[in-house]
């Protein structure tokens, strides 16, 4: 089991930025950031793969999210840019410890999820 610590949440108006934490006490093999919004369902927004740092993205955040990871601290990060309202939603960082090229951006390949952390974007 991975146990994961997100931090790095906040409000920021649209067309700003937010670096998202989530620091990992085990070793998973795959990890990923989904968002929730209320009422909404859970989505994958990007995922890695720690074995090959292939990584994955829904199409919405394409060109301004970045997935990364920092193996000294083991810490993952999910750089956000050029921010809009839709993007408001629960962060979450999620870990496994099966393999999968690229990641997965489905939530039901994580057993292991952090707490989530709020991100608000005002326009």
């Known amino acids: 089991q991975v146990q994961l610590t997100e931090s790095g949440g906040g409000s920021v108006q649209a067309g700003g930025s937010l670096r998202l934490s989530c620091a990992a006490s085990g070793y998973p093999q795959i990890m990923g950031w989904f968002r929730q919004a209320p009422g909404k369902e859970r989505d994958g927004v990007a995922s890695?793969?720690?074995?090959?740092?292939?990584?994955k993205y829904v199409d919405s955040v394409k060109g301004r999210f970045t997935i990364s990871k920092d193996n000294a601290k083991n810490t993952l990060y999910l750089e956000m840019n050029s921010l809009n309202p839709e993007d408001t939603a629960s962060y979450y960082c999620?870990?496994?410890?099966?393999?999968?090229?690229?990641?997965?951006?489905?939530?039901?390949?994580?057993?292991?999820w952090g707490q989530g952390t709020q991100v608000t974007v005002s326009s």
């Open positions: 890695l793969d720690i074995i090959d740092g292939e990584t």
């Open positions: 999620a870990a496994d410890l099966t393999y999968r090229y690229g990641g997965s951006l489905s939530s039901y390949h994580y057993d292991d």
